[in-house]
């Protein structure tokens, strides 16, 4: 195609095009792009409309565009915005205008398709439109011929996700676009606008091309075929997507020129062309800007195949991912004409321009010329450093740049390097000889250009381009990476030229002439060489006049033009490199006595110099000046008083010696000091004011001129005045004063807890232990009688001995930094030392000693507790005394063996040692009262009263075996007696006849009664019963408790887990000891009767069993039930301690763990395994008891024979008959006495008297109702139930007794609220007597019981022969 149209030579002239007779730029060099200048194709102009119809909705719309199907030419005026749903088809000519605002948008399908018709828009926006059919043109389809006119119409937000041209897609067809914009379309290829199709072309002129983007190809426009021209337009910040270089398979290579390209993943793929994407076809970039585009490659122009001519157009700041920031051409011919590629970047290569390809075919051609440039400054760098990519890279094809370059630039061309052909020598013949050197401009050869081609390189690809023939050209080689701006800019100093000559080679049009300077790259221009420099030949930039001189003229060319500075001026360098014209006189106060001078001195101290001196001038006689720089006479200073000078030019003025004086400004001479005291400085101004002896000091001598001449004042004296003259004006000191040295102005106090008694004393005496001074004091002053000091105290601040500082410690240092002497104002602070606990002197609350058996919670309490003890009340006293051996013991206890550990717990019999601190506990003990093991294999023995490791298995079988071999005895024995008949007669008579006559079972259930409710004296109303042996009977009497079928201690310590699973195990034991009975009882006789059920058949009696069974459960659960739930409700049951007396502090602990505080999340997680044993013990049992005596009452009332009865005979056979419930009575009088109470003053009840109190009433109501109801049917059971509540009552009553004269820790104290109530000093006394009383009443109650036991005994008794029992005598 190049060659027929450089056979045809028709070039079709533009405004950017170069004429055909341009000297510079032949025919042939433009040829190959002639055709180019063909698109510029003028589409008709609009028709004025016959008759306008106005579009105001979108039916309206659409049936206008209905109709026009029917007529040749329609005209529609739009007005306001339509919003459309559907796409509109053209097939004939329709015009459509914009009234004010008007716009048209779509809620979804492609606008419009023209298809043969034509379709003419003005002053509209179209908006929304898209392309879902995969084919393209959100906005318009124009195909098979159709035309598209748009005037001043801005298409915004259209795309075709699948298809070409997010707005306007054209098949062959044509679009002219003139003004408006493409706003954000986006498409697979061309964001705005796509040609497909040979026949296809569009003009657009001065339009902007913004925002849009193309995921494939070609953000703002892509080409597939036809013509396109760009004329006057503007493509910004168009892309295509954006690919980082990490994600390319197997990584580029940037060293290499395939690592960008041509990898075979990326050749067909890769996007391209973020502002023109030219794939076939011809286009053309007139006047055009293609700014801030982006793509993976060519970032703002693509050229693969087809041409393309850039005219007077600009691409800058575009980018990359991988190469071609301006722009890539791989096959296409493109021509650059008076264009620039500017600030590009690239992440891999040619950040400007890279051409040609390396997979198959040949590469692309591209011809630089007439004023184009490659300039790669201002581009910014992104991943790599922008240093080392290149602006310009030639992998294949050709790159060429002919003359004209911009003015001022060149490029290497040598004259003689042209294109040519290089051909050998001629053979022998004269007519190659005469036509060799037009041959060497042939490609095609001719009949004398026999001469054969040459083996060697040839000079340029001719072949390929045989129009460069005789042309001279730039040639880029092909695999060289230029860095540079192409063509070079020509250097400072250097004239740039236009002619070929000038812009051949880096001399340019040569060296900037003298007397001018050529400043910055590329200057075509030179600049005249201004005043006060000069300009020898190539100089960039004036030069300055030497330091000193200075030049009024410009042009200059040499440094001898410049003139020297005349005398009082100065010529200095001028700031910013500013070149001097003028001279500059001295400034007021420097002066120049030299011609030629660069600046001026500064004048010198004691001188003057006015403005332009020559000389410094001098200051007069008695005058000076200290500092240079002045400027005027009157700059010069007297002598101030003092101070003399004597000669011109002075910069200082004398000071008058010691002794002297001057009272004027100005004198030559100094005066002597006069008589009556002493001049001790130099430059005195007065010799009337003579300097006085200080206070301390008397002269006794006039006319002295030191202070030497000043005697001190003698030790226990003070002189208080300056200018003493004789000895008796120092004076003595004052009682309560002193002076220990010579020389004192005052005389010192005496310091706090010192005094002095008599005058003219030389020191202070110490004051003795409690007694105390203030400063200055002539005596020391006795302390309160509650407090005490140490010697040579200044306050008595010690509380005394026996007392104690009733502060916590941050209260203590809070009073102190308010007042330091805050005890002594405040001797109320130092309280009476508490019961239990030893105040030395100067102690306080923290330091509170602590005797053995004692304990609290914190050092900021006196809540001072009881700790358990088995010590005898006569070892009390002997424990106490002991204290501080045993504290000793504790402290050395990491040297102690653990035999000898064990050997003194065994001796003091008590955990708490007792001392001042928080170290309370015996080692391993730690907690609440030290009954907390510190080491968890271990528990605390309250039997013992300390941690011992917790019991194996096989200890715990051994240590209760014997409960189990009581129970196979219990089953043996009834096997027994269901074998033998002496057994059986035996055994009916012990239980048919000695029980019921004797009534031992009742007793024994009054005895029981008592001693669960006696047993919770301590644990539920606090009463701590100090007397010899009482706990021992305690532990003997458990027993008879059913506490002896498992350890108590056992069942108290932590060796069976947490307290839930000891919890567990109290509620659960008595079910266990149930079935344990159950079967040693009953399933041993019922086994036998089993097996020999075919020998006797009358001994199988289930019924019997069951009833066995049933009595069997009762007893247990009658017997266990109070101790059970008071385990129960150990999970209830909280001591309170005091924490902080000063804050109110205090805290609760769970009696059944000291470990666990009671209110935190561990003691919350016990209350629902006690609410499920409350209900299942202390309201389960009794309601079961009631309802089993409901459903036999008939039976026990009317005295009949029943199973249910017999079996419940042990809940009333010791009652009337129609007072059978009364055992539910007594058992929840019990349960009220024993648990229930806990509910009253949960966390501290047990140290207070409400529950004693509440104890003792109901104790006495129940008593009262008891005597009226009588419900024994024994004389003796009532008479034995009597007394036994009698004792309970005193029991309670001495309680609060015993409490009142028991301090809050426990301890027995004699009080006199004690002594006031009672008339006994401590609650020892009490206890005693407490216990005698209680004791004779038991031993009469046992007197009268026995007694009538006895005669009830001897009483005759008719009995059932059949049965063994009373007959019944009541009717039914």
């Known amino acids: 195609w190049s060659l027929s149209l450089l056979l045809l030579g028709s070039w079709e002239s533009s405004r950017s095009a170069p004429p055909l007779s341009q000297p510079s730029m032949p025919l042939a060099l433009w040829a190959f792009t002639a055709t180019l200048s063909t698109v510029s194709v003028t589409p008709p102009q609009l028709p004025q409309p016959q008759r306008e119809l106005l579009i105001t909705s979108a039916e309206e719309l659409q049936s206008a565009f209905a109709a026009a199907a029917a007529r040749p030419a329609v005209f529609l005026r739009l007005a306001g915005t339509i919003e459309i749903d559907s796409t509109f088809e053209i097939a004939n000519d329709v015009t459509l205008r914009g009234s004010g605002d008007a716009q048209l948008v779509s809620s979804g399908p492609r606008l419009f398709r023209v298809n043969g018709g034509r379709l003419r828009l003005a002053a509209l926006h179209l908006s929304g439109g898209t392309a879902a059919d995969g084919v393209g043109g959100g906005a318009a389809l124009v195909e098979s011929g159709g035309e598209l006119a748009l005037t001043d119409v801005n298409v915004s937000n259209c795309s075709a996700p699948a298809g070409r041209g997010g707005a306007i897609l ?135 195949a087809g041409r393309g001519s850039l005219e007077d157009s600009e691409v800058a700041r575009c980018e990359a991912d991988l190469a071609g920031g301006c722009v890539v051409t791989k096959a296409a011919a493109v021509r650059l004409t008076g264009s620039s590629l500017r600030g590009c970047t690239a992440q891999l290569a040619a950040s400007l321009l890279a051409v040609g390809r390396l997979d198959e075919g040949a590469g692309g051609e591209v011809l630089l010329g007439n004023g184009s440039l490659l300039d790669p400054s201002g581009a910014e760098g992104l991943a790599w450093n922008q240093s080392e990519v290149e602006p310009l890279h030639v992998l294949s094809g050709a790159v060429y740049y002919a003359l004209p370059a911009p003015p001022g630039y060149w490029l290497h061309l040598p004259l003689q390097d042209t294109c040519h052909v290089a051909r050998e020598a001629c053979p022998a013949d004269a007519a190659c000889e005469a036509h060799f050197a037009e041959c060497r401009l042939r490609a095609e050869g001719g009949p004398h250009c026999t001469a054969p081609l040459g083996a060697w390189q040839q000079p340029c690809n001719w072949r390929a381009s045989p129009w460069l023939l005789g042309e001279r050209l730039f040639t880029f080689y092909q695999g060289v990476k230029y860095f540079e701006t192409f063509p070079t800019a020509c250097r400072p100093g ?76 100065a010529c200095s360098a001028l700031p910013g490199g500013a070149l001097r014209s003028l001279p500059s006189p001295c400034e007021p106060g420097s002066y120049a006595n030299a011609s030629g001078a660069v600046a001026c001195d500064r004048c010198p101290s004691g001188h003057f110099c006015e403005a332009g001196a020559i000389e410094p001038s001098p200051c007069q006689q008695g005058s000076f000046l200290p500092y240079g720089g002045m400027d005027s006479r009157d700059d010069c200073i007297l002598c101030p008083l003092g101070h003399v000078a004597n000669e011109t030019g002075s910069e200082s003025c004398g000071m008058c010696p010691p002794g002297t004086f001057a009272d004027s400004p100005g004198l030559a001479a100094c005066e002597r000091c006069g008589r009556g005291g002493y001049c001790t400085d130099a430059g005195a101004t007065t010799g009337t004011v003579r300097s006085l002896c200080p206070a301390g000091s008397y002269n006794p ?41 010579a020389g004192r102005t005052r005389c010192s106090l005496c310091p706090a807890g010192t005094f002095a008694n008599s005058s003219g ?61 805050f005890l002594q104002e405040q001797p109320s602070l130092c309280a009476d030392c508490p019961p239990n606990a030893t105040c030395d002197r100067g102690g306080t609350l923290a330091s509170l000693g602590l005797p053995v058996n004692t304990w609290r919670l914190s050092t900021r309490t006196t809540d001072i507790k009881q700790c358990r003890t088995k010590a005898e009340a006569s070892a009390l006293s002997f424990l106490a005394g002991e204290s501080s051996f045993l504290r000793s013991a504790a402290a050395d206890a990491a040297q102690l063996a653990e035999s000898d550990i064990d050997r003194l717990n065994g001796r003091y019999r008590s955990p708490c040692v007792g001392g001042a601190g928080d170290s309370l506990c015996f080692p391993g003990h730690t907690g609440v009262r030290c009954e907390v093991c510190e080491l968890p294999s271990q528990h ?83 009463v701590d019963v100090a007397v010899p042996g009482y706990r021992q009977f305690l532990e003997t009497v458990r027993l008879l408790a059913f506490e ?12 069976l887990g947490p307290i839930g699973t000891r919890m567990a195990t109290w509620i659960l034991w008595p079910f266990a000891l149930a079935v344990a009975w159950i079967l040693c009882a009953v399933a041993i006789p019922a086994l036998y009767h089993g097996y020999r059920a075919a020998a006797n058949l009358e001994e199988q009696r289930a019924a019997v069993a069951s009833t066995c069974v049933l009595r069997a459960s009762v007893i247990i659960a009658y017997a266990c039930l109070p101790t059970v739930a008071k385990n129960v409700f150990n999970a209830k049951q909280c001591e309170s301690f005091r924490l902080d007396d000063e804050l109110g502090e205090t805290q609760s602990y769970l009696r059944a763990d000291w470990r666990i505080e009671c209110g935190s999340a561990e003691y919350e997680a016990l209350q629902p395994l006690f609410w499920a044993g409350f209900l299942l013990w202390p309201v389960g049992v ?54 229930y109470m806990l509910f009253v003053q949960t966390e501290d009840g047990s140290t207070k008297l409400l529950r004693l109190y509440l104890a003792t009433l109901g104790t006495t109501m129940y008593l009262s109702v008891l005597c009226f109801a009588q419900p024994f049917a024994r004389v003796d ?41 009672f008339g006994i000093d401590s609650a020892e006394d009490i206890t005693t007597v407490a216990i005698v009383l209680g004791g004779a009443m038991l031993a009469v109650l046992s007197l009268v019981v026995t007694w009538r036991i006895v005669a009830s005994a001897r009483d005759p008794t008719i009995r059932l022969v059949f049965s063994g029992r009373e007959p019944i005598l009541e009717l039914p």
């Open 170 to 304: 054209v098949r062959d067809g044509h679009l002219d676009a003139r003004g408006g914009s493409f706003i954000r379309c986006s498409a697979e290829f061309g964001g705005a606008i796509a040609l497909e199709g040979n026949q296809s072309s569009a003009a657009v002129r001065t339009a902007v091309l913004e925002g849009c983007f193309a995921s494939a190809a070609g953000g703002a426009v892509w080409m597939g075929g036809g013509d396109l021209v760009l004329d006057g337009c503007r493509l910004r910040r168009c892309g295509t997507t954006l690919v980082s270089t990490s994600s390319v398979a197997g990584g580029p290579d940037r060293l290499g020129v395939v690592g960008w390209y041509d990898q075979a993943d990326w050749r067909a793929t890769a996007p391209r062309g973020g502002g023109l994407s030219v794939e076939a076809g011809d286009a053309r970039l007139v006047g055009t800007t293609v700014d801030r585009c982006y793509s993976v490659i060519g970032g703002g122009l693509h050229f693969d």
């Open 494 to 569: 250097r004239l740039g030229g236009t002619a070929d000559a000038e812009q051949s080679s880096a001399q340019c049009a040569g060296p900037c002439p003298a007397g001018a300077f050529c400043s910055g790259h590329a200057n075509v221009e030179p600049v005249p060489c201004p005043a006060g420099g000069y300009c020898p030949a190539g100089s960039a930039a004036p030069v300055r006049c030497p330091a000193g001189s200075f030049s009024n003229a410009t042009g200059q060319a040499s440094e001898d033009a410049c003139l020297p500075c005349s005398v009082g001026h």
């Open 701 to 741: 001598e006039p006319g002295a001129s030191s202070v030497e001449a000043c005697l001190p004042c003698p030790a226990g004296s003070h002189g208080p005045e300056n200018g003493a003259s004789r000895l008796e004006q120092c004076l003595p000191c004052t009682p309560g004063e002193f002076a220990d040295g």
């Open 761 to 821: 004393a030389t020191g202070c005496y110490a004051c003795s232990e409690g007694h105390y001074s203030a400063e200055g004091m002539a005596r020391c002053v006795a302390c309160d009688t509650r407090l005490t000091s140490d010697r040579n105290a200044s306050a008595c601040l010690l509380c005394s001995e026996g007392r104690f500082l009733d502060r916590p410690e941050s209260v203590i240092e809070r009073l102190a930094n308010t007042s330091a002497t």
């Open 940 to 1022: 605390f023995d309250r039997r013992h009263l300390k941690c011992t490791d917790c019991p194996t298995a096989a200890a715990l079988l051994r240590e209760h075996a014997w409960v189990f071999v009581v129970l196979l005895a219990v089953g043996l024995a009834r096997l027994a007696h269901r074998l033998s008949g002496r057994l059986k007669s035996l055994s009916r008579w012990f239980f048919v006849c000695a029980l019921p006559k004797i009534g031992l079972v009742g007793k024994l259930k009054i005895f029981l009664s008592f001693y669960q409710v006696f047993d919770t004296l301590e644990p539920v109303y606090g």
């Open 1044 to 1055: 002896w079928v498992f350890d108590p201690e056992l069942l108290h310590s932590t060796c």
């Open 1182 to 1235: 009794p309601l079961c008891f009631l309802s089993l005596l409901l459903a036999a009452r008939r039976c026990i009332v009317s005295r009949r024979q029943s199973r249910l009865a017999e079996a419940l005979r042990f809940l009333w056979g010791e009652y009337q008959p129609r007072q059978y419930w009364w055992e539910c009575l007594d058992t929840m009088r019990k349960l009220c006495l024993a648990c």
């Open 1277 to 1317: 059971d009532f008479q034995l139930a009597v007394g036994a509540n009698l004792v309970l009552a005193s029991t309670f009553l001495s309680g609060i007794a015993i409490k009142i004269c028991t301090d809050a820790g426990g301890a027995s104290v004699a009080s006199e609220e004690c002594a006031a109530y």
